[in-house]
């Protein structure tokens, strides 16, 4: 149950959000959650970070876009995070105080990953910044996707041209892939990791399981 910034705890749609390193299947994934969900009649809003509004993602283009400036990674960081109040606030909250879900690729554990194991800024920079504009609102649940860095990489290669993450080097993406896997570890209650090396069916299955988890438990409750 989203928790919000008065600390009361409110009938509130469930908070739900996928998260992995490149060419680990979340677009893929995300459609097959998206579907699973709204069979089972779960009214669902499903968006996207850095993005899911006009602002945020035109914040999102500056960030992608390939530059000849090197990007500082704090401005980084407040960039991810003025797109992420700019969401939360205009989008997020208000579907999940409507009772509806909220199916979201990447969030703030993508943050940790990225800016704090990828590029090395502090736990305690990256938690500030969380508290200042999440307040209590953490999702319910987030599904890791996780595979081995090198074979995500040749899925995205395959795929399209290479932004400026992911024109990154496969020593980042493993701090990457460590950053999401300790974060999973640390707090199983919230985090589910999916063996996402699998082919695609048994990877669906094993979400689907997870689903059916949430849908059964206390989290759908
Ligand atoms: N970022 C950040 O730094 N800090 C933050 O706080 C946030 C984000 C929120 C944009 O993310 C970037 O923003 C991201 C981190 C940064 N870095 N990058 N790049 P994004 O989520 O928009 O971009 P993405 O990582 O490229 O996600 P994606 O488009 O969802 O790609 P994907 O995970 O690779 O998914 P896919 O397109 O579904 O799969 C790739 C290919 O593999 C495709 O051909 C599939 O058919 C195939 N596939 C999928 N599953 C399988 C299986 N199981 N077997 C075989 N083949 C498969």
Redesign the pocket.
């Known amino acids: 149950m989203a928790q919000h910034s008065e600390g009361t705890v409110t009938a509130t749609g469930k908070f739900l959000t996928l998260e992995?390193?490149?060419?680990?299947?979340?677009?893929?994934?995300?459609e097959f959650i998206r579907d699973w969900l709204q069979d089972r009649d779960v009214p669902l809003l499903v968006t996207?970070?850095?993005g899911g509004t006009p602002l945020a993602e035109q914040l999102?283009e500056l960030?992608?876009c390939k530059r000849d400036e090197k990007v500082d990674p704090v401005s980084?960081l407040l960039m991810?995070f003025a797109a992420?109040a700019q969401h939360l606030n205009t989008v997020i909250r208000p579907a999940l105080e409507q009772g509806t879900w909220v199916l979201c690729?990447?969030?703030?554990d993508?943050?940790y990953a990225?800016?704090g194991a990828?590029r090395g800024l502090s736990l305690s920079m990256i938690e500030s910044l969380e508290q200042l504009v999440q307040q209590e609102l953490r999702p319910d649940l987030t599904l890791v996707?996780d595979i081995d860095v090198e074979v995500?990489l040749a899925?995205?290669r395959?795929?399209a041209d290479l932004?400026r993450?992911?024109s990154e080097q496969v020593a980042f993406f493993e701090r990457v892939r460590g950053g999401y896997r300790a974060r999973a570890e640390a707090a199983p209650q919230r985090y589910r990791l999916v063996d996402?090396?699998?082919?695609?069916e048994q990877?669906q299955e094993d979400i689907g399981q997870i689903l059916e988890q949430l849908l059964g438990s206390k989290l759908g409750g």
Request: aromatic fraction near 6%; glycine fraction near 14%; hydrophobic fraction near 30%.
């Open positions: 992995g390193t490149e060419g680990v299947g979340k677009t893929t994934n995300l996207r970070e850095p999102r960030l992608l980084e991810v992420r690729d990447r969030f703030t993508a943050t990225y800016q990828g996707l995500g899925r995205a395959a795929r932004d993450f992911e996402a090396g699998q082919p695609l990877v």
